[in-house]
Nanobody, 125 residues
Framework: QVQLVESGGGLVQAGGSLRLSCAAS????????VGWFRQAPGKEREFVAA???????????YYADSVKGRFTISRDNAKNTVYLQMNSLKPEDTAVYFC???????????????WGKGTLVTVSS
């Protein structure tokens, strides 16, 4: 089983920044899309950001409208790690953030094959 471990969550004031990390077992990034999802109390888990390689040279990045211009997803293949740089954080960003991976064509909550256990991000107003 592919294992994903998130880290970097914490408490931050509105307008601040955090960087989340997702460390993956094995070398999966050449075949898997890897992304971030989040779940706030009482709400459904929602898509945040993802990226994937398609073919040998094409790299695609996807963002939810709610985080465009504020969050940046990136990969460090040497470390087998995916990052989520979160800037200009808002109280509504408060949630448990999950790393997830899939080899499928669809990147949605119900389509991801592997999940980490999450890291809590709390943004104070």
């Amino acid at each position: 089983q592919v294992q994903l471990v998130e880290s970097g969550g914490g408490l931050v004031q509105a307008g601040g920044s955090l960087r989340l990390s997702c460390a993956a077992s094995g070398r999966i990034f050449s075949n898997y899309a890897v992304g971030w999802f989040r779940q706030a109390p009482g709400k459904e888990r929602e898509f945040v950001a993802a990226n994937r390689w398609r073919g040998s040279s094409s790299f695609y990045t996807y963002y939810a409208d709610s985080v465009k211009g504020r969050f940046t997803i990136s990969r460090d293949n040497a470390k087998n790690t995916v990052y989520l740089q979160m800037n200009s954080l808002k109280p509504e960003d408060t949630a448990v953030y999950f790393c997830a991976a899939t080899r499928g064509d669809r990147i949605q909550t119900t389509d991801m094959e592997y999940w980490g256990k999450g890291t809590l991000v709390t943004v104070s107003s």
